[in-house]
Structures are given as C-alpha cells and as structure tokens.
Nanobody, 124 residues
C-alpha cells in the first residue's frame, strides 16, 4: 500500500501562489498515474489535474487551466501542484491520489490510494 503525504497548503490572498507537494512511499511510484483533487465546503470532491506515469498526458479542469501546473519527479517519488493566480473559489481541501494504473483518469474510481489532504484557503 502506497502512503501519500501532502504539504504546502495555507492561507493566502487572491492572486498569490502556492505549491502543493505529495510525497509517496514505495518504489513503484513512477509506474502509476497521479492526480490532484479538491473538495470545497458543501461540494463534492472534484478532479483538478492528472498526470500519467511518464508525464506525457496531463489534464486540467477548466476552472484551473492556465493557472495550475501538475508535474512529477519520479526520482523523488513526489508529485506537485503549482497554483498561481489563486482565487477565493480555489478554497478547498486538496488531495493527491495514486492511480491504479499508469494511465491518468478523472474519475475517483481510477485511484486507489489517497493522502490526508491539505487545506488551501484564498481570501479576497
């Protein structure tokens, strides 16, 4: 079982940037897709960005396209989410997840390990 630990969340003002990190245990990290999801208060969890095992396929939700960047360092067993030009509507708990295969997907059902989440709060 892979363990995922997110970090990098915090309270920032609108327009600021944050970089979330997700460190994974296990030697097979590089073989799997990874995803970032978020859940705002009172809303369902939604996919934000996904990346396949070789970073050749990347997907972003329309709401973050052009502002967020997902990237991974397989040598460090870490996936990142660089978030720029943050908006109050980006406020949520952000989760990273490990895919059950090498190929990325937007559905939560395609992910079999989840981190504990990190809070991102953007004030206006």
């Amino acid at each position: 079982q892979v363990q995922l630990v997110e970090s990098g969340g915090g309270l920032v003002q609108a327009g600021a940037s944050l970089r979330l990190s997700c460190a994974a245990s296990g030697r097979t990290f590089g073989s799997y897709a990874m995803g970032w999801f978020r859940q705002a208060p009172g809303k369902e969890r939604e996919a934000v960005a996904t990346i396949n095992w070789v970073a050749g396929s990347i997907w972003y939700a329309d709401s973050v396209k052009g502002r967020f960047t997902i990237f991974r360092d397989n040598a460090k067993n870490t996936v990142y989410l660089q978030m720029n030009a943050l908006k109050p509507e980006d406020t949520a708990v952000y989760y990273c997840a490990k895919g059950s295969s090498a190929w990325s997907a937007r559905s939560e059902a395609a992910y079999d390990s989840w981190g504990q989440g990190t809070q991102v709060t953007v004030s206006s």
